[in-house]
């Protein structure tokens, strides 16, 4: 069983280094990627599908009419659950990509904490006390790797 990241894209073209993510991706292992781009009015999706011929574990999707980022995950959810057989699914909104300046800088960051992120319980991360279902266990990857590094 493998980890499902799902990433939004929305205009990011300028945040892409197709090469330098690329490698990253490559170096990720139990871990697929879907990057869900939001009906981008720039080039996007175009670095996407670079990105996607270039690694095993990569998947696009391509929203033709902007959704709110909520959507756009469960759009990637859906695609991912059908797909692949996952220990459990997280996602990285749009604006998290330009918090981390670029693409390949928070795919690096994932890189380098992916023995973290495959061992995530997302039961444990929710905190809701009820059983959820797999969808409702959809988990924010960044804000856990946050705390992780706040708590160690």
């Known amino acids: 069983m493998k ?52 690694c095993k574990n990569v998947s696009v999707i391509n929203i033709s009419k902007k959704k709110s980022d909520t959507a756009a995950v469960r759009a990637g959810a859906r695609f991912m659950t059908n797909q692949f057989n996952l220990k459990h699914l997280g996602f990285v909104p749009s604006n998290k990509i330009i918090k981390y300046g670029s693409l390949s800088v928070l795919i690096k960051e994932i890189r380098n904490n992916q023995f973290d992120i495959s061992s995530i319980n997302p039961y444990k991360v929710n905190d809701k006390g009820v059983k959820l279902t797999f969808f409702q266990s959809l988990f924010p990857i960044l804000e856990h790797l946050e705390k992780q590094l706040v708590n160690n």
Not at 21 to 38: A, M, P, Q
């Open 3 to 54: 980890v499902g990241i799902i990433i939004v894209c929305y205009n990011n073209e300028l945040d892409i280094d197709i090469k330098e993510c690329t490698k990253h991706l490559k170096e990720i292992k139990d871990v697929v990627f879907c990057f869900v781009n939001n009906n981008s009015q720039d080039n996007t999706y175009d670095a996407l599908k670079e990105i996607n011929a270039a």
